[in-house]
């Protein structure tokens, strides 16, 4: 089973001087994704950072390239969940999900939240951590703040769940 956003990244379609001016990290080695690349999924747990309670431009742009693959729906019936982070706790986390639903949506996809399948860690209070029964998150502030160790079980969680979905589909069908 392959996964994309586990092992690829969307195309950056910012300058490289506004991500200087941004102090956006340097660009990483990860393999950038073609959309056509997303018919060969089993499932698909995406990943972006939020910018106004939205995913960001560059995610965006990116699933607005896979026309084709809705005219046929070839993305149709296949599971996805979505992870997230913000600048802060009022960042947008939950309105991210929200309104990345309707990409999936339009693709015929199968949203799979988390919900509360992660116990306890969701109702934790006594540590900062991002997240809701959308799917794993964290709180980036100004870029230096990394997931904590809850965050990253709970995106640990939320992959295997979401594996352990997409293998049950697949073997129904």
Known sequence: ????????????????EVLGKMS??????VPIITPNELSEADGFVFGFPTRYGMMCAQFKAFLDAT????????????????????GSQGGGQE????????????????????????GTGMFEMEQVKGG????????????????????????????KYIATITKKLKEAA
């Open 67 to 86: 026309g084709g693959l809705w005219r046929t729906q070839q993305l149709a019936g296949k599971p996805a969940g979505i992870f997230y982070s913000t």
């Open 95 to 118: 309105t991210t999900a929200l309104t990345a639903i309707t990409q999936l949506v339009h693709h015929g996809m199968i949203f799979v939240p988390i919900g509360y399948t992660f």
């Open 24 to 29: 956006a990290p340097s660009k990483s080695d």
């Open 1 to 16: 089973m392959w996964i994309p956003s586990l092992s690829s990244t969307v195309p950056e379609t910012l300058p490289d």
């Open 132 to 159: 809701s029964p959308y799917g794993a998150g964290t709180y980036a502030g100004d870029g230096s703040r990394q997931p904590s160790e809850l965050e990253l079980q709970q995106a640990f969680h939320q992959g």
